[in-house]
């Protein structure tokens, strides 16, 4: 079984880190589901030191969309229909614009942009809403334009849209579906400059599958999660990732 697995390991990367990559993505989509973000940082965190740095963030994509893809699938009945279509236009075009700007920003300085607003919207109080079309646009837009370069920007759109979904189920359905038309894009950009996905398609399809089991693990742990205490959770967290970028920055 080891040895048919091994058939599918890209020839830059270790057997431990092969399948180092497949457990952490079951860890990070179940922790996504449970806490609502966190999942696709914390495994960007870990791939890059695993892998060559120009595979990275097209990897993650495709990897991204199976996790989310899935939870949006075992989640659909909590999905907030009304805001994905905006979303998707402003996306669009933030993809395009920072597929055309990836090879030449610094990523470490839109990294602590991220870090900053991150902590601002999760402990000052701040009231946003995005339910109108400009707001989705404008949202959809600036995180696309983000993940070209950075990523994983779960945290970031987490912290702008959890004032209009209160209840984790839907907080974490919605937000499945946001990342999953992110991804899409994202891997097609890539696509499109060049990138050479057939090399990791045996890894990619075995961290997706293994990421779906964590996901439905973790939608058994979150039912028994009660609302009281989540947003508490979800602030640690949110600031965890974000003390984490800044410290990559000033120590890059």
């Known amino acids: 079984m080891i040895d048919l697995l091994l058939q599918l390991k890209p020839d830059s990367v270790t057997t431990v880190q092969f399948f180092s990559l497949i457990g952490l993505s079951g860890m990070t989509s179940m922790l996504n589901v449970i806490i609502g973000v966190g999942g696709g940082a914390t495994l960007i965190a870990f791939m890059i030191t695993m892998m060559p740095a120009a595979a990275v963030i097209p990897v993650h994509a495709i990897v991204q969309l199976g996790s989310n893809a899935g939870r949006a699938v075992l989640m659909r009945r ?23 700007l990836a090879l030449n920003l610094p990523t470490r300085y839109l990294e602590l942009i991220l870090a900053v ?37 779960g945290p970031f759109l987490i912290a702008t849209v959890k004032n209009i979904l209160p209840d984790r189920r839907e907080l974490g359905a919605t937000m499945a579906c946001f990342m999953s038309i992110q991804h899409v894009i994202k891997a097609v950009v890539f696509g499109l400059l060049g990138f050479a996905y057939q090399e990791w398609l045996g890894v990619i399809g075995l961290m997706i599958v293994v990421g779906f089991v964590g996901t439905y693990l973790g939608k058994k742990v979150l039912d028994r999660v009660s609302n009281k205490h989540f947003h508490v959770v979800l602030k640690l967290a949110l600031s965890l990732i974000a003390f984490n970028l800044i410290w990559s920055f000033f120590n890059a």
């Open 78 to 100: 909590y999905i907030q229909k009304q805001f994905l279509g905006w979303f998707f236009v402003g996306s669009v075009v933030g993809a395009v614009i920072g597929g055309n």
């Open 117 to 153: 607003f991150i902590l601002i919207s999760s402990w000052v109080p701040i009231n946003l809403s995005f339910r109108g079309r400009n707001g989705l646009i404008g949202v959809g837009l600036f995180t696309a334009f983000l993940t070209m370069f950075v990523g994983a920007t």
